[in-house]
C-alpha cells in the first residue's frame, strides 16, 4: 500500500516550473508573441537597410573621391566648377553647434533636473515638469525663426563689441539648439536622480550633512550614469538637428570658430541637397551619403564611448 501511494504521489508531482505555465498556450498569447518578435525583427531589418543604403552611396562616391581630399580637405563646394570634397567645414560647423548646444544644455538642463528631483514642492515640479517638455514639442522650424528673429538681434544688442557680419550665426543657432535639447536633458536627468534609493539621502542626513552636501555628494554621484546618459542624448539630438541651423547657423561651409559667423552644417547640407534639384548618380548626389555616413560613424562612435562610461560609472542598487 505504501508503494502505491509513492508511486501516485510521483506520478502527480509536477515540477514548478511547469507549473506556472498552461499545457496549451492561448493562441491569442501566441499571437502576441508573433507580433512582437515581428516588431524586433522589423527594426533589425530597418537599420540594415538604413546602413546598407549609406554604405553603397558612399562606395560609389569613394569611386571618384579620395578618402584622403574628403576627410582633411579644408574647402567643400561640391557644386563649384572647380569642385572641392573636403569635409572639415562642415564638420567643424557641426561640433560649433554642437558645442555652444551643450553650454545651454547641460548646465539648465541639469540645475532644473536637480531642483526638480530634491527642491520642488510636489505641486511645482507638477507644473514645471509638463512646461518644460512642452518646449520640446515646438517645431524646430518656429524655434529657427525665433533664433533668427529674435536671439539673433537680441544677442548683437548684448555684444554690441562681436564682429556681427552677417545675419546668420552660429553661436545663436547652438544657444536654439541648446534651449530645444535642455526638455531632454532635465528629463533624463530627473528620473535618474530620483531613481536614488531615498535610503542613501537618510543615511547622509543622519551624519548631519545638509541638502546641498546630499544633493552634490551622495544623489548626484549616485545617478551619474543616468545624468551621462541624458548628456549622450542631447549630443546626439544636437548634431542630428536640421531646420534650426538651417535658419539660424545659414549656409557658408567655411572653417571657424567664431560665434558670429555663418556655418554649414552636416545634416543643413544634407537637407539642402536632398530636394531633388541634382541629378541622380552625379557626384553631387553620392555627396549626401558620404556625408551621412560620417555623420553615422560619428554618433556611433560617440554612443560606443558613451556606453563604457555609463557601465564604468553605473551603480546598482537592490
Wanted: net charge neutral; with cysteine; proline share 5%.
Amino acid at each position: 500500500m505504501t508503494r502505491s501511494v509513492v508511486a501516485a504521489s510521483s506520478v502527480g508531482a509536477v515540477s514548478p516550473q511547469r507549473s506556472l505555465e498552461a499545457s496549451n498556450p492561448r493562441y491569442g498569447e501566441r499571437a502576441i508573441k508573433a507580433f512582437l518578435l515581428f516588431c524586433a525583427a522589423l527594426s533589425v531589418v530597418v537599420t540594415t537597410g538604413i546602413v546598407l543604403s549609406l554604405l553603397f552611396g558612399t562606395i560609389e562616391f569613394f569611386q571618384h573621391v579620395s578618402v584622403t581630399e574628403f576627410l582633411f580637405g579644408t574647402k567643400w563646394t561640391p557644386q563649384f566648377a572647380n569642385p572641392s570634397f573636403g569635409v572639415l567645414p562642415i564638420v567643424v560647423g557641426t561640433l560649433n553647434v554642437v558645442f555652444w548646444a551643450l553650454v545651454v544644455a547641460i548646465p539648465v538642463g541639469l540645475c532644473s533636473a536637480i531642483y526638480l528631483s530634491e527642491y520642488a514642492p510636489g505641486g511645482v515640479r507638477r507644473v514645471i515638469k509638463p512646461v518644460l517638455e512642452m518646449l520640446e514639442g515646438i517645431p524646430t522650424v518656429a524655434i529657427g525663426l525665433f533664433a533668427l528673429f529674435f536671439l539673433r538681434p537680441l544677442a548683437e544688442d548684448a555684444f554690441p563689441f562681436l564682429p556681427w557680419s552677417t545675419l546668420h550665426s552660429v553661436g545663436v543657432a547652438g544657444i536654439a539648439v541648446g534651449l530645444l535639447t535642455v526638455p531632454l536633458v532635465t528629463s533624463v536627468a530627473d528620473d535618474a536622480l530620483r531613481s536614488v534609493p531615498r535610503s542613501l539621502r537618510e543615511g547622509a542626513y543622519a551624519l548631519g550633512a545638509n541638502k546641498l552636501s546630499v544633493t552634490m555628494r551622495v544623489v548626484f554621484p549616485a545617478a551619474i550614469s543616468g545624468v551621462i546618459g541624458g548628456f549622450v542624448l542631447a549630443v546626439s539630438r544636437a548634431i542630428g538637428e536640421t531646420m534650426v541651423v538651417l535658419l539660424a547657423a545659414g549656409n557658408t561651409p567655411q572653417l571657424t570658430a567664431d560665434p558670429t559667423k555663418s556655418v554649414q552644417t552636416m545634416t543643413a547640407y544634407i537637407g539642402v541637397m536632398s530636394t531633388g534639384e541634382i541629378a541622380f548618380g552625379t557626384v553631387d548626389y553620392y555627396t549626401i551619403f558620404a556625408v551621412g555616413a560620417l555623420l553615422f560613424v560619428m554618433t556611433l562612435s560617440m554612443n560606443a564611448v558613451a556606453i563604457r562610461l555609463v557601465r564604468r560609472f553605473r551603480e546598482v542598487y537592490e
